[in-house]
């Protein structure tokens, strides 16, 4: 087991390999629940990355909440300024060529294109209103069995412990010579912290929210082709990290990105996991028709983890994206890991906008020029192309019509 600093692009990329390395690449809902007692945990389980003994979460009520643990030591940390990587970040041959467009939005499907250039990945954008697909660009990829989640996993891990009662967004957990809090910990991607959760979660809690999310299980409603990403049930060994590695960057998780944008969507919506849909024909559209395949009680958290999104954006992993696009709030959250000399760059966000929101998943695959902050940076161009060609606009006003449409119906 090793502990690998890895720099790229002139970023500090912090990472652990054990079969996979994880890279945590930084850039420089109200919480109602209260816990009725204090609770104490005793880890004897150690990592070889780090060890935690004599935890101990005192909770008496949501705002003051504070999770303590008495040693935190890191062993055996190195520096490795080269990981080699024989996969290429940028595609050969025509990658969309396959792809079944008939029934996606033109627009929506070309601003993805154009975005990604010639990167080898996929984007997927779906309407967090009732789960349709908009686009799906590089089919092949967005349906394959998916990869390692990295630091995107982190999103479930979040919420499983704001719905637990174990922190709110504002409260401060001791790490190893600093205090975070969720909002910086998500905006910053911070391994320590979510590590720390998982620890004072569980494993089987931990798998719990994850599958009512919507890991582990397919994503789409009769979307052929599309293949099963993985949650284990059981932990990885103590000797690779345990729950604590799968909780900071998904180790030993499989994760598609249909199922990502499913669980993020129903973020967007306030808890509704919609099963996602692809029409394939024109007909399709129009015979569209949602389907949810379970509520999620997770609005009153959604403020909470919002918070740390927006800041992954504005001043985080993330800020890459506002270079190309500042017009509409967007919150995300970024991904980076490798395995097998492979990278794999996520990012995850949904839009705000008067006219409705998007989801949007980047999910890219390859060398050195893939990582999570570029994902964010290819998600900023497609919203740049979107709002250049006037979509968002276009959908205001076709949503008026609908409401004079509605209106006149009404009145008859």
């Given at each position: ?16 390999s054990v079969?996979?390395?994880?890279l ?11 816990a ?6 005793r880890?004897?389980?150690h990592?070889r990355t ?15 909440a504070?999770?303590?643990h ?21 595609a ?44 799906m ?9 998916g ?10 891990v ?5 719905s ?29 912290y ?17 599958t ?7 994503a ?7 293949q ?5 049930r ?10 604590s ?21 129903a ?78 760059g ?14 949007t ?18 998600t900023g161009?497609?919203?740049k ?7 968002f ?10 409401l ?9």
């Amino acid at each position: 087991m090793r502990l690998s600093c890895v720099f790229a692009l002139g970023l500090a990329v912090i990472g652990t390999s054990v079969g996979a390395a994880a890279l945590d690449v930084q850039h420089n809902v109200h919480h109602s629940k209260t816990a009725s007692k204090h609770l104490a945990v005793r880890h004897t389980t150690h990592s070889r990355t780090s060890t935690a003994a004599a935890h101990r979460v005192h909770t008496t009520s949501a705002s003051s909440a504070t999770l303590h643990h008495a040693v935190l030591t890191r062993s055996r940390r190195h520096h490795y300024y080269g990981e080699r990587f024989t996969a290429s970040s940028f595609a050969k041959g025509d990658i969309f060529a396959d792809d079944i467009t008939a029934g996606e939005d033109p627009l929506v499907r070309q601003a993805a294109i154009d975005a990604l250039g010639d990167m080898n990945g996929t984007a997927v954008v779906i309407d967090p209103s009732n789960g349709r697909i908009l686009a799906m660009v590089n089919q092949k990829l967005a349906l394959s069995p998916g990869a390692e989640p990295c630091s995107t996993i982190k999103l479930s891990v979040a919420l499983a412990a704001l719905s637990e009662g174990l922190v709110t967004r504002d409260t401060p957990v001791q790490l190893a010579g600093f205090r975070m809090n969720m909002t910086d910990a998500l905006a910053k991607s911070n391994n320590l912290y979510f590590e720390e959760l998982g620890r004072e979660l569980g494993f089987d809690r931990v798998r719990h929210y994850a599958t009512q999310f919507g890991l582990g299980e397919l994503a789409g409603y009769h979307i052929e082709g599309e293949q099963l990403g993985e949650y284990p049930r059981e932990a990885i060994p103590a000797s690779e990290g345990g729950v604590s590695r799968m909780c900071s960057f998904g180790q030993g998780v499989s994760m598609t990105p249909l199922q990502l944008g499913a669980f993020v969507a129903a973020i967007a919506n306030g808890g509704t996991l919609y099963y996602l849909q692809h029409p394939t024909s024109t007909e399709d559209v129009l015979a569209f028709q949602p389907k949810v395949k379970r509520t999620l009680d997770i609005a009153r958290y959604v403020p909470d983890l919002q918070d740390g999104m927006a800041g992954a954006v504005e001043y985080g992993t993330a800020r890459r994206l506002r270079a190309n696009f500042q017009e509409l709030p967007v919150f995300g959250k970024t991904g980076t890991c490798s395995d097998k000399g492979t990278r794999f760059g996520w990012f995850v966000s949904y839009s705000e906008a008067p006219q409705g929101s998007l989801v949007t998943v980047f999910f890219l695959e390859g060398g050195r020029p893939t990582f999570g902050p570029r994902a964010a940076e290819l998600t900023g161009e497609f919203y740049k192309n979107l709002w250049d060609r006037n979509y968002f606009a276009e959908k205001g006003t076709q949503a008026h019509a609908a409401l004079q449409v509605i209106s006149t119906t009404s009145t008859r």
